[in-house]
């Protein structure tokens, strides 16, 4: 894997110039968690995929509004702060084939990291609101919970399951579910759980 072109602290400020929101923050904190858990248990670049997690919405807090607009703007910023085009495309990749997105909604996502991409940052919307149910406690999550409330259509509705789903392209479904548990249970006091 190439090296990374800024720092996570970097990533940090970059993020946080062109969007502040305390939920949003939390949920690309806890996207690259669990890429970075993701990476770990697939033997792949743990920093690299963390990365794409921490910045696959780095355009939201300007896009958001009209979010037709979503990831359009992703591109120049990333550029400038030195990335190259195939973390760039990676980054595009989550936003593939959604009708709100017309520029993305013709493109399929074929590699193993896109498909980890956009399974794991729709999955934190699943385990942050089964978290917030339970107390904001994720300590002592289990799978089996998180699979029931996966099934539960219409708990956190807005989490579309079929991306979530698109895990089992590249990893055991209960192992994605058991990442994402642990990923965010790394950063529990980063996204206020317990």
Known sequence: ????????????????KYNSNERDLIHYLESEAIMREVALKLGEDVEYWGMLGLLHDIDWGLTKEEVSSHLTKVPKILKDAGFDNEFIERILSHGYSY??????KDKKRTKKIEYALAASETLT???????????????????SGLKKKFKDKAFAAGCDREIIKEAEKFMNFDEFLACGIEGIKKIKDKVGLS
């Open 99 to 104: 009708e709100e997105l017309p520029h993305l």
């Open 1 to 16: 894997m190439p090296n990374l072109p800024i720092s996570h602290e970097q990533a940090l400020e970059l993020i946080k």
């Open 125 to 143: 919307g699943l385990i942050h609101a089964y978290a917030l149910m339970r107390g904001g406690k994720i300590s002592d999550m289990g799978i």
